[in-house]
């Protein structure tokens, strides 16, 4: 993949994926999407992290940096390899189309996935998984925290393992760890193998997707979660106290998503210590995802130029203030050891001249996203400064749909105008709506996808929402609100034909080939 073609394609969050229970997975129809997105001329499939989720199911939100989800994996692939029969997959009960029942996909899939690791230990048959159980081990030094983290919570009931009864533990000694390993290996031994399971079925999902001439775009995000491996496993890279408390939390200030700014609730690194240690946790990290995905969205940008300190909880006397970060010192080295790594900026958020100078210092495309161009902004052609060395997109996982927002932008024009005129917008995309059409939503949504299209920007993603014209209900995420988010779901009878041939001739039309 070279993010300096020009090319188009499609946000798809694979746990939004159709055609199998509760959930999407690695299964078929990942290759179904792929075979889509391949007719319909379409060369980049950008994904939203794929790491164990927590009970918000939120992506950004992982019990661990390295592994991936259990709940993605195709039970299909494990009756044909003879870990399950036809019949237990069968049996599995159908749910709604359009929304993902995270929880009921998680228990359903285990009770199977242990059905399929009672055989890979015990039936007399030799799998592709048997082959290299061993080799994905040695391969994978992350596997051995995170399967005993899974086993110690499971165990104590708890992600949170600053609750954990045993001090010992708390603390990952590991004399302590060796001592209660006999009672946690039959546990241990499952999650790796679920490790596996996921690795060679992403592995060869990546494959078919290259086959076909699709490229993966994946997501690092920033932080990871308090209750998490990680922290567990290396509290020393983090701002906690001995007992493993956040001192200090990561967050935003006020935006125009959020007029309070946001506490994330989740901790800071200690950069010094990184910086100490050669990144040597960073560049396993994005290492791994790169093995992984074609190309990286590095989430938060901003953080790694000067991030923002708020208190554990809030303080009326501490509203939180900017600390700068690793900057260049972080990404030469990142950069010496990943010389051709295909890197990009989400570089959204409160900005400043620092945060421009370290993206094009390296070269690194930035993100522009239509829907923001109109916050606060005058009447201009909203993609006009767009860059060559950028990602373009009607919109992100954290915005409206598109249709939806057009219905915001009529509802409250009295609202806007003072800041832009609804006219321009129209006047603007005049020269996208087919002549003879009404303007109406359906032709002004189509033309904001095919003005995006037309900009200078070398990659076009599009939410998939955005071009099925879904209203605010199939909206991933609102920021700032831990509930109803990450549960779309696609219709797999919306994959029209029609919407590939429109996907088609716009990619065409404005040599994204």
Partial sequence: MDLKQRISGVLMPLSSLPGTPFCGDLGNSCRQFADFLSRSGQKV???LPVNPINDCFSPYASVSTFAGDPIYIDLEDLVQAGLL???????????????????????IRIKQLKKAFDRFRHASISTKYHTIFNQFVDDNPWIGPHTLFCALSQKFGTFDWTSWQDEALRRADQDALHKIYPELEESVLFHTFLQLLFSVQWNEFHHYCRNSGISLIGDIPIYVSKNSVDTWADPHLFQLDEQGFMSRVAGVPADSFNPDGQRWNAPLYDWEVHKNENYAWWTFRIGNALQRFDAVRLDHFIGFYNYFSMTPTPDPTDSGYWVPGPAYNFFDTILREFPNAQLIAEDLGVMNPGVHQLRDHYGFPGINVFQFHFDFRRNTD????????????????????LAAWFDEVLADRKKIEPFWDVKFLLEMLKPFVPSGSARNRQ???????????????????????????LPTDARMNFPGHAEGNWVWRLDESMLTDELSYKLEQWTTEFNRQ
Avoid: Y
């Fill in 45 to 47: 499939w950008q994904l």
């Fill in 85 to 107: 029969e036809p019949e237990e997959t069968v049996a599995i009960p159908h749910a709604p189309k359009n929304r993902t029942a995270f929880h009921a996909a998680r228990e």
């Fill in 382 to 401: 909203a993609t006009a400064e767009w860059k060559e060395n950028s990602l373009v997109c009607t919109g992100t996982h954290d915005t409206n749909t």
């Fill in 443 to 469: 032709t002004i949504v189509e033309a904001i996808i095919r003005k995006v299209m037309s900009s200078p920007g070398n990659v076009a993603v599009f939410p998939m929402q955005d071009l099925l014209q």
